[in-house]
């Protein structure tokens, strides 16, 4: 009889050994992965960007969202530049290309002492400081003279306007 309680001791230690092997023994497989949307693109709020050099310019933007790494689009951009007078250049919404150094404008404005300019879109060339448009454009000069035309460009270091194809002007005595 004793003989047989050991037997049936040590029967109940193995079985009470099994379900500990078991989950021993058993692996875990990994969770399933689960696909998380990467942003692509990086917002910044109250974006200013400021030149280095001899170009002397100011970028502000309410919002800004790093599009690519050298291409930045902005809301509502404000573009000051200081070269021999200070012009501020306004937009609805901008594109930035910081390696090329150009800003693509849409329905922008410009105003410099002496002047008000106004395009649907156009792009400016921070190196040679430069307005290009094709998209027509009016500038007025001295609040009375008006000029108007489908291609225009503003050079703003050497102050020159080249207004073509479709030029109306409008050139009045100012009054005083």
């Known amino acids: 009889m004793r003989n047989k309680l050991y037997k049936l001791a040590l029967l109940l230690v193995l079985l009470s050994f099994v379900p500990f092997l078991l989950f021993v023994s058993k692996r875990e497989t990994p969770p399933e992965k689960i696909k998380v949307p990467q942003h692509k693109t990086q917002t910044v709020e109250n974006f200013v960007l400021k030149s280095a050099g001899k170009n002397v310019w100011e970028l502000e933007s309410p919002s800004a969202v790093l599009v690519r790494k050298d291409l930045i689009k902005l809301t509502k951009p404000v573009l000051t530049v200081l070269s021999k007078e200070r012009v501020v250049i306004k937009a609805s919404e901008a594109l930035f290309d910081r390696e090329k150094q150009l800003v693509y404008l849409k329905q922008v404005s410009l105003k410099g002492k002496n002047f008000i300019a106004f395009s649907p879109e156009g792009i400016y060339d921070l ?50």
């Open 127 to 176: 190196k040679s400081q430069t307005f290009k448009t094709e998209a027509g454009c009016k500038a007025v000069y001295n609040s009375v003279n008006t000029l108007e035309g489908k291609k225009c460009v503003l050079n703003l270091k050497s102050r020159v306007t080249i207004i073509s194809n479709r030029v109306k002007t409008v050139i009045r005595e100012d009054s005083k």
